[in-house]
């Protein structure tokens, strides 16, 4: 095959909130794992998936990715919306809800219904969060600003479940939904 200038790879790197992880092809991002405590819990979630190679030389924009990832889980406002992405075998359907996705800005959420509508899919919320939940690259593709009907959190299927997604749109300045009566209590 010889060498390519955009070698597939992944790379485990750690930020403020844990361990990430990022695997690429020539195309773009294939996976990206959110924070985990340890290292090889996340080397081990990338290298599950086929496809994902060795190989730990970065691309230039790999380089770029993992300092705006890293920036990102130290608070600031990155937008994402430029990178790469290789979505090779997602059907049509995710690809639209994925598009839409991609449009929302940091700090900005909107609902499944509503991310099904813009991706000409209207009236079917659960499918979208269906999608959603089988993103290959979470915060790329910012699925954890995709939220339930009523403001409410919804689910998430990384680490951590909807606690993380919460924990994302904080740092972003999104307050969810009011809080569960067990949650209003005070502990004073």
Known sequence: MGTTSHPAGHAVFETVLGFMGIAWSEAGLMR???????????????????????????????????????????????????VPVDLTGVDDFRLAIYDAARKLSYGETTTYGELAKRAGHAGLPRETGAALGANPVPLVIPCHRILAAGGKIGGFSAPGGSATKEKMLAMEGVRVGPPSAAQASFGF
Do not use: M, Q
């Open 32 to 82: 990206l794992c959110l924070p985990e405590r340890n290292r090889d819990t996340v080397e081990r979630r990338l290298l599950r998936h086929p496809g994902v190679a060795a190989s730990s030389e970065e691309p230039r924009w790999v380089v770029e990715l993992i300092a705006s990832i890293k920036a990102y889980a130290a608070g600031e406002d990155v937008d994402f919306s430029g």
